[in-house]
């Protein structure tokens, strides 16, 4: 068994990704070394590199896609949390709202749609501890409690401030399982197929943001918020029939239950003694080979992947995106756009879900780099277009021939960005990511990574409407679309192209030298 080694004797592991990584937060691992007194930054669950050595590919794959799919229903609730705030704070800022027994004032409207993002950069350190504490399978169970009580909450809200509170709460639950589910799918997989559960968990998002979509648009508030409230209890009834993931097992020294569960994961015809050992060969080895945080993510491999996951976050967020999906009603309706605005939503949503669809499928075939020159041009492209729609419409008015001749443009504008973002901008940040750094880092970045990307979100979501007022509709989106330039030289100049490289390749590119393959035991 062999494994390369990097500077020190570390156990890196397959490169895969899933397409939105877990944001990781902190644990001690058996892949990876123990940062000296710094393990709270070790890798959550070793969600992004696991089974290092390639086995057999004959386990039953049914059982890991069915446990894959129960996890990510915790993402459907986590994409309705996200899409609820186009249909329904639209709604309740009118001024003859009566789905609730208070008024909500635009500004309020702002913090009742962005609290979530708070919420979530919020448990982005914490939830790491408790997920290896107690375990994946438990810790998403839990995480029902919080979601439930966040849409009762919202749902019988008496005032405006119980309705932030919600979703502050609900916030909370839904940026757990962006930690928690993709590190349980990534540990159950195989290696065969980790990719394609990966890709399951920014699927099933999208797919809650189109349930928020069609079923907020048509349905009252009322209604909507018990159906979101459904959800996570459907969720926590399938998924506790569900294995815990064995890699977690394994760390707590529960090899029995361990092995109980690669059985309901793999099939009776499976070597499950053999991954088992390799499982057991990588706890005992990053025990053994503890490491100083402060010395690896001072290197210059590390110091350039700090800077390209960063700026990929901040170029993701500072497109504009969340802004798009939280006030696509809004847009259309300001637009006055032949096709009403609850259809707008929803063609949205519906080509949200095809494009990461197709994402997930290409990625490994055009590679990182091409799909991000492509989703920068065309998002800079689109932003473009609909600054020069929305600057003609406060210049001339909505009602001029110049705004009519072009009101198909929000539509095919918005359409295409959506695009693009879930070809490239959407899921590659997180994947390059777990790529670019070495796994006695990755849980650093990745929480880091993670809260900045959600703080950044609820920087736009909250301030979209008043930079509308300041500057006007159409520099709002011109200023998208600059953002967009400055990211698309960014990709072409720094970012490397990682699509089949190994661990040990990507460092190379990112300034490192060459390293002798070593045994586990130390024999070269």
């Known amino acids: ?32 070394p123990v940062a000296g007194n710094n393990g709270a930054m070790a890798d959550v669950g070793v969600s992004q590199s696991v ?70 950069a919020a448990v982005c350190f914490p939830i790491g501890l408790i997920m290896d504490a107690i375990g994946r399978k ?6 029902t409690l919080p979601f439930t009580l966040g849409w009762l909450l919202i749902t019988f809200a008496p005032n405006v ?10 916030g909370v639950a839904g940026g757990a399982f962006c930690v928690t589910a993709p590190a349980y799918n990534s540990e159950i997989a195989q290696d065969s197929i980790r990719g394609t559960l990966g890709s399951f968990f920014q699927l099933m998002i999208t ?11 048509y ?52 070597d499950v003694d053999s991954e088992l050992t390799n499982l057991q060969n990588k706890a005992e080895a990053a025990k053994s080979n503890p490491v100083s945080f402060l010395s690896a993510i001072t290197k210059k491999t590390a110091l350039k992947a700090l800077l390209i996951c960063y700026a990929l976050m901040l170029f993701q967020q500072l497109s504009g995106i969340n802004a798009v999906i939280f006030n696509t009603s809004a847009i259309f309706s300001s637009a006055g756009a032949t096709i009403p605005a609850p259809i707008a939503t929803i063609i949205i949503g519906v080509i949200q879900v ?9 990625v490994d075939k055009l590679g990182r780099r091409i799909l991000l020159l492509f989703s920068a041009l065309v998002m800079c492209l689109c932003s473009t277009a609909l600054g020069v729609f929305f600057f003609l419409k406060d210049t001339h008015g909505a009602e001029s021939s110049i705004v009519e001749a072009i009101s198909w443009l929000p539509l095919l504008s918005l359409s295409l ?75 072409f100049f720094i970012v490397p192209e990682t699509k089949g490289k190994s661990v040990d390749e990507i460092q190379i590119m990112l300034g490192a030298e060459p390293e002798t393959q070593t045994n586990v035991d130390g024999k070269k």
């Open 207 to 217: 797919v809650g943001i189109l349930f928020a979509y069609a079923v907020g648009s």
């Open 417 to 491: 960005f959506i695009v693009s973002f879930s070809l490239g901008f959407g899921p590659i940040p997180w994947m390059m990511a777990g790529e670019l750094c070495l796994i006695d880092i990755k849980s650093f970045v990745g929480s880091t990574a993670g809260t900045f990307n959600w703080l950044l979100s609820f920087t736009v979501t909250s301030t979209f409407n008043s930079l509308n007022t300041a500057i006007g509709s159409g520099q709002v989106f011109w200023m998208f679309a600059g953002i967009m330039v400055l990211g698309f030289v960014f990709i």
């Open 161 to 170: 401030g119980t309705l932030m509170a919600g979703r502050f709460i609900t």
């Open 354 to 362: 095809i494009a990461t669809f197709v994402s997930s499928v290409v």
């Open 138 to 143: 438990k810790t998403m169970l839990l995480l």
């Open 1 to 32: 068994m062999r494994s390369s080694l990097y500077r020190r004797q570390r156990y890196d592991s397959s490169e895969t990704e899933p397409l939105i990584p877990a944001i990781p937060g902190s644990s001690q691992n058996y892949d990876e």
């Open 51 to 120: 089974l290092v050595e390639p086995r057999g590919d004959n386990g039953r794959k049914l059982p890991q896609y069915i446990a894959a799919l129960s996890a990510t229903l915790g993402a459907l609730a986590a994409g309705s949390m996200l899409g609820w705030s186009s249909p329904v704070v639209f709604k309740i800022t009118q001024e003859n709202s009566t789905d609730y027994n208070f008024d909500v004032s635009s500004t309020q409207g702002d913090w009742v749609s962005s609290l979530i993002n708070l919420g979530a």
């Open 219 to 270: 349905t009252s508030i009322f209604v909507f918020n018990i159906l979101c409230t459904l959800i996570p209890i459907i969720f926590a009834l399938i998924f506790f029939f569900m294995p815990e993931s064995p890699n977690f097992l394994v760390v707590k020294g529960k090899l029995d239950e361990a092995r109980e569960s690669l059985i309901r994961l793999r099939g009776r015809n499976y």
